[in-house]
């Protein structure tokens, strides 16, 4: 049973480039968070997600930050126009439909923006 | 403003011992307690919750939940180097009306020496 997926696991940008990061939850998962972690910060959420709906956003920061999960593919998390202050190991976690709290993580997007 | 707060440690534990690992938490309305092991540059995995105050016991863990004092514990017993990890506290309150994300301390940083 694969667990979560995320790709790409290692991302380099410049400043002022856009950065995608896709997540696809474990199988008969039907709800994706995001979650940022910061050098020496702790794990931070971001947004919660079902099939083409945002449920939650209220972690996400308020511009250049966005995030879908279309009814067909994974999740994706874009951020546009990246700063230096945008590195970080991003996260995603899906959870079953019966148990939305439990959720289990994917390895992780580490973005690097030059 | 929700907040988890955790000794960062280093926590030094010798092998065999039992390793204590503390948490509290700010909101009252929380009601999901969980402990994930988080190995350096590794994505969180998930070890123990706990949702009901009093013991939950799986093999060598066992979560501990005190609603009146806000406070969480992880045991972790006959420790193994195996174990040396940061241990991150996670609290979900189910607040706003949807499944909210959760709430993660900073972590504590485990050593268990040979």
């Known amino acids: 049973n694969a667990g979560v997926m995320q790709n790409p696991r290692h991302l380099v940008r410049r400043r002022g480039q856009e950065a995608r990061l896709r997540c696809s939850p474990m199988?008969?998962?039907?709800?994706v968070y995001w979650y940022r972690q910061l050098p020496e910060e702790g794990l931070k959420f971001m947004v919660y997600?079902?099939?083409?709906?945002?449920?939650?956003e209220s972690g996400m920061p308020k511009e250049r930050f966005s995030a879908e999960f279309p009814k067909e593919g994974p999740s994706i998390l874009r951020i546009q126009q990246v700063v230096r202050g945008d590195s970080a190991a991003y996260f995603c976690?899906?959870?079953?439909?019966?148990?939305?709290?439990?959720?289990?993580f994917g390895p992780g997007t580490r973005l690097l923006v030059l | 403003q929700k907040e988890v707060e955790q000794n960062s440690g280093p926590l030094s534990v010798p092998e065999g011992a039992i390793a204590s690992l503390n948490c509290t938490y700010s909101?009252?309305?929380?009601?999901?307690f969980f402990w994930y092991r988080q190995y350096s540059g590794k994505s969180p995995e998930l070890i123990m919750s706990?949702?009901?105050?009093g013991d939950k016991e799986d093999g060598r863990f066992t979560a501990q939940l005190n609603k009146a004092s806000q406070y969480v514990s992880l045991l972790i017993r006959d420790s193994q180097p195996s174990d040396s990890a940061t241990y991150l506290c996670?609290?979900?309150?189910?607040?706003?009306?949807?499944?909210?994300?959760?709430?993660f301390g900073k972590g504590t940083h485990l050593i268990i020496q040979p």
């Open positions: 976690a899906s959870s079953p439909p019966t148990s939305r709290e439990t959720q289990y």
């Open positions: 996670a609290v979900n309150s189910f607040s706003g009306g949807g499944a909210d994300g959760l709430t």
């Open positions: 199988k008969g998962h039907s709800h």
């Open positions: 997600l079902q099939k083409e709906n945002i449920i939650d």
């Open positions: 909101d009252r309305g929380s009601q999901s």
């Open positions: 706990i949702y009901s105050n």
